[in-house]
């Protein structure tokens, strides 16, 4: 059995370490993620840029309640997660300025170091693999853009702390709309965050399609990954007049899951098809067989 080191080279791989491969740390200082900085000569942060600002000129209410209208009735596909993670393989998140590695190689970098921490916790560490997993809709006619990226309600007042702020949203309607853009806009004060319309993307499909589908996760997984790229009110603070004591538990586990999906990413690549038998044991014991997406 061969795997991969954190400098790409190949080394044989202990046998007894089948299910516990290479440990993979990313060296990048903390402060260094999420570095959304505009720089026209940095192909990454350009196309991520790019991403965000047709992202905002276009999730509007209207176009929320479109695409959960297009994608909740769960008639696009059939596929098992294992099928739909290898898919994944073939996706990277134009979104995301840490990383330019196939969006599977990341589930692996997320689930292998919550294994590492939480050793007894497995539905915990399927949540880490199984994370992104709406983002197939972009195999599915969605350009990235309403797939990928961090999530905010639509609805009301932008967010301060939204990525590439105010002047990213100039285009959208909503943004002159009077019954959007105040502070409360469509909603009552401390309605709760999962009363909120959030912009369309793989957070709330994924959430959706695991609801739908009779998934056998604790509530506590199912809100880290509903919730996960809400980083303007888990990491920024924003939207507390919507925030209930409830939803402070709910922050508590966002959090506890977003250590690992953000400080995981790495150049070290799993060696996946090692990893592949403990993971298809998670899958058939939490969310088995052919799911309708």
Sequence with gaps: MKFRN??????????????????IYSDKPMQCFRDYTVDDADPIKERVRRTYYTMHSHMT??????????WLKFNHFKSSVKDALIKLNELVDESDPDTDLPNIVHAFQTAERIREDYPHDDWFQLIGLIHDLGKVMAFYDEPQWCVVGDTFPVGCKWGRTIVYGDDSFKDNRDTYNEKYNTE?????PKCGIENLLMSWGHDEYLYRVLKHNKARFPEEGLQMIRFHSFYPWHAGGDYSQFTTAEDEKIKKAVLKF????????????????????????LIEKYIPGVLEW
Aim: aromatic share 12%; charged share 30%.
């Design 184 to 188: 409360l806009g469509m909603y009552k």
């Design 61 to 70: 209410v209207d176009f929320v309640r479109s695409k959960m209208e297009k």
């Design 6 to 23: 954190p400098d790409n080279t190949i080394s044989l791989m202990d046998p007894s370490l089948l299910l516990r491969p290479e440990k």
């Design 258 to 281: 977003n250590q690992y999906d953000l400080y995981t990413k790495s150049a070290g690549v799993p060696d996946i098809e090692a990893l592949w038998p403990y993971y298809e044991s």
